[in-house]
């Protein structure tokens, strides 16, 4: 089980495929952006989980052995279609990595959870939180989703988003980023806080769940290979996937 297909409902997915491949450069990645249909946080759930069995079986036709749901929307409505559209093979979510993580070490608190509309009225975290006894703040950040997709990472206009949004939220003592997208802002999170002179641990479920899993794939012998595929083309979408992958994408992502 060295092939892995992660996907997810835009570029932000990519962020996991590059931690992965930094720690696992034996696995094989087949990397698949659902561009035609962001962001899915607006969406009904019927209609991402028709999006999720498409992409899964997908995935599976091109040789994946193991399925991540990087996209934290489709993980809170759509698990139970992946594993059904996987015939067998192993799903990983988002959500579970992030769980873990707070089940093994005590975090500060309040715990604050930031995502899309979608995953925050699944109230998925926030009720698996409470049951282990945290505290917990939930906030749907909408617009952050679409000002990344745009590139604007270090801009006017996503920093008053930010601002705006954990102002909104309160004071915490550890922040779920429970979106792919989020960490590429973590350093714009991180200095509303610096600045109000709040110490937050800041948590990422994108890089939890590459090092989910980095720990349980086999090891395979050689140099996994990269392959890439969008729903939809648009002038900039590898100009946003290198914000994402970290370096220009060879060869270009392919449209199916």
């Excluded at 930031?114 to 939930?138: F, P």
């Excluded at 954990?166 to 004071?171: M, S």
């Excluded at 980023?177 to 350093?187: F, N, Q």
């Amino acid at each position: 089980m060295s092939v892995v297909g992660i996907f997810d409902s835009g570029l932000g997915g990519l962020l996991t495929a590059r931690l992965l491949r930094e720690r696992r450069p034996d696995i094989t990645i087949l990397y698949y952006g659902d561009t035609a249909h962001l962001p899915y946080g607006d969406k009904s759930p019927a209609q991402i989980r028709s999006y999720v069995r498409g992409i899964v079986g997908f995935l599976r036709e091109e040789g994946a052995e193991m399925i991540a749901i990087a996209c934290n929307t489709a993980s809170a409505v759509a698990y139970d279609t992946a594993c059904e559209a996987a015939k067998g093979a192993p799903v990983l979510s988002a959500i579970q990595p992030a769980l873990s993580a707070f089940e093994r070490r005590r975090y500060p608190e309040p715990v604050g959870v930031i995502g899309t509309y979608t995953t925050i009225r699944s109230g998925i975290y926030g009720k698996a939180l409470q049951s282990i006894d945290y505290v917990v703040r939930e906030l749907a950040t909408p617009v952050l989703v679409p000002l990344i997709e745009e590139g604007w990472i270090d801009h006017p206009a996503t920093e008053a988003a930010i601002d705006t949004y954990l102002t909104q939220l309160g004071e915490v003592g550890t922040l779920l980023l429970a979106c792919t997208h989020y960490p590429l802002i973590e350093a714009s999170i991180a200095r509303f806080y610096a600045k109000r002179g709040q110490k937050v641990s800041l948590l990422s479920t994108a890089a939890l769940l590459a090092e989910e899993i980095a720990r349980i794939v086999l090891p395979a012998e050689g140099e996994g290979t990269l392959s890439f595929w969008v729903s939809d083309d648009n002038p900039r979408f590898l100009e946003l996937a290198q914000h994402f992958w970290g370096a220009p994408i060879s060869p270009a992502l392919a449209v199916r």
